[in-house]
């Protein structure tokens, strides 16, 4: 096509994260040893939109937050949430979005490899965090696995 415009009213023309999607690098790691803002998106590894909902959930796996999270994002209303935590070392992974099952509406979600130790990031918390990690997680090789529902008020994890 070489530079030939595409005919379709499909085709992106201007393009921006939103302000709330974009992370935030920090110059010297905070007291827990993150080198990304915790309260920001960093590194996001996996996202789910639900329409029902009208919001993106995004599940991480930084190397640059000592716990990685899941998030989401309204796109209404533009509000960012950090929804679950994942044990010290492990990635958010796993996202599901079922918008409708017999009324309800569910996000899965897991993670995997708790206590996958990065020297420089982790060099703070290990040491409390790895005994806890350790028995909590079948010596570092369990997981989880779950689902948090928005139909009522039953929500389930783990």
Sequence with gaps: MAGTAIASDWVAVDMAAPAALVGE?????DALGNTAHADKIANP???KF???LRTLFIGEDSGMHVNNFLWAYNVDTKELSRIQSC?????S???G?????N???YITSNFQHPGDWDKKLHNKVQATLDPLVRANFKDRFGAAVGYLSAGGKAIKLG
């Design 45 to 47: 590894d996996n996202i």
């Design 87 to 91: 044990p010290a070392g492990a990635e």
């Design 25 to 29: 690098d920090l110059a010297t790691p």
């Design 50 to 52: 639900s329409e029902k």
């Design 103 to 105: 009324g309800w509406t």
């Design 93 to 95: 992974t796993g996202l």
């Design 97 to 101: 979005v079922v918008d409708d099952l």
